[in-house]
C-alpha cells in the first residue's frame, strides 16, 4: 500500500516557476515508478511525466519536454516535478501516482495509488 500527497501548487504568472512535490508512505515506494499527470477543466487526465524507481529513467509529454524535471529522492519517498517556464495552458490539476512495478509507463490506468492533487493556475 502506498499513500500519496501531493504539494506545491499555486498561482504563477506566466513564464514563472514551481516546483511540485509529491510525499509517499508505504515500504514499496523505493521500488515504485511514479509519474505526474494533470487535469485541466473540460478535458481528460494527461500523461505529464515519469520516473522509474530507480531513477534512471525518465518520460516526458512533449508539451512540457525542456521545461519540466521530475526527479526522486528516496531518502525523503519523495517525487517532484520541477515546473520552469510555465504556460496558461499548463494550468491544472495535477496528480502524482506510483505504480506497483519499478518500470515508468506513461499509461494513468496502470498507475494503482494517486494523490489527492493540487491546483496549479498560470496566468497571462
Not at 500523461?47 to 512540457?64: C, E, K, M, R, W
Amino acid at each position: 500500500q502506498v499513500q500519496l500527497v501531493e504539494s506545491g501548487g499555486g498561482l504563477v504568472q506566466a513564464g514563472g516557476s514551481l516546483r511540485l512535490s509529491c510525499a509517499a508512505s508505504g515500504r514499496t515506494f523505493s521500488r515504485s515508478a511514479m509519474g505526474w499527470f494533470r487535469q485541466a477543466p473540460g478535458k481528460e487526465r494527461e500523461f505529464v511525466a515519469a520516473i522509474s524507481g530507480s531513477g534512471g529513467s525518465t518520460y516526458y509529454a512533449d508539451s512540457v519536454k525542456g521545461r519540466f524535471t521530475v526527479s526522486r529522492d528516496h531518502a525523503k519517498n519523495t517525487v517532484y516535478l520541477q515546473m520552469n517556464s510555465l504556460k496558461p495552458e499548463d494550468t491544472a490539476v495535477y496528480y502524482c501516482a506510483a505504480r506497483v512495478a519499478t518500470v515508468a509507463v506513461t499509461t494513468s490506468s496502470m498507475y494503482a495509488y494517486w494523490g489527492q492533487g493540487t491546483q496549479v493556475t498560470v496566468s497571462s
